[in-house]
């Protein structure tokens, strides 16, 4: 198994000075869904497809669009300006999906895999979205097509850290019993520890008959304790103080 944890633990710093030295926010947001991304990337092969629906988490998307060489590695130095601005969108190669409103990626991800499976192309079509876009009614939409056409070349892979904007997610509108609504919709699903690296390979590596969902519980603002399981970091940018401090316990 590949070094996940080195591998997550250096996207992590990386993104941190990203994000600090833009002065933009998501930090949190960011961290909650990096260990999921550094085992996807991995795994991922030539003609498999990643959309990031959770486009505000794009310090994260330009560093592993980097680490695959779609994007300059000196590039992540101009995070913050255009093209690289802190909602991604596809303005930037290897994005595809403008992420600035929720709900956006599943619709597109849901399109491009029925297609791959109509043309008989290879691939998979992974697509990274949140826990608050759970509550967008094309999220919903999407997923009813998808359970339809059974396009089995389809992973939805959901970062559920239990916060959104404005307030814990579930306290905003609740979005369980979350296996539930997936199952209903005719998704084979999973629950695992975004966290646990084998957990995440595992899950990954499964195969089916219909198109999957993940339901990765995670820890919003993972690997700093100061930005762990609060909605402070969410929006807020960080001082040089708090950088120092995050980046010592990345260390």
Not at 135 to 153: D, V
Not at 172 to 185: C, I, L, S
Not at 206 to 215: C, M
Not at 225 to 249: G, I, N, R
Request: proline residues 3%; aromatic residues 10%.
């Amino acid at each position: 198994m590949p070094d996940y944890l080195t591998l997550a633990k250096d996207a992590r710093k990386k993104v941190l000075s990203m994000v600090f030295n833009a002065q933009t926010s998501h930090i949190a947001s960011n961290f909650s869904v990096i260990d999921i991304a550094a085992v996807l990337y991995e795994n991922l092969r030539e003609k498999d497809e990643v959309v990031w629906s959770k486009g505000w988490a794009a310090a994260s998307i330009y560093y592993f669009l980097a680490k695959q060489g779609k994007i300059p590695l000196e590039d992540l130095e101009k995070f913050g300006t255009s093209p690289y601005i802190g909602l991604a969108e596809t303005t930037v190669p290897g994005v595809l999906c403008s992420g600035g409103a929720m709900g956006h990626g599943l619709p597109i991800a849901v399109g491009m895999a029925i297609g791959k499976k109509r043309a008989q192309e290879e691939g998979m079509v992974y697509c990274i979205m949140s826990d608050g876009e759970m509550q967008e009614g094309t999220t919903w939409e999407s997923a009813l097509i998808a359970g339809h056409n059974k396009p089995n070349n389809l992973v939805v892979l959901i970062d559920y850290n239990k916060w959104c904007a404005m307030g814990r997610t579930n306290e905003v509108a609740n979005v369980e019993p979350f296996e539930d609504k997936w199952r209903a919709f005719g998704f084979d699903v999973q629950r695992i520890n975004g966290h646990q690296y084998q957990e995440i390979e595992l899950a990954l590596l499964k195969t089916s008959d219909r198109p999957r969902a993940i339901i990765c519980d995670t820890v919003k603002g993972k690997g700093v304790s100061f930005f762990e399981d609060h909605l402070l970091f969410h929006y807020k940018f960080v001082e040089k103080d708090e950088y120092e401090k995050a980046m010592a316990e990345l260390a």
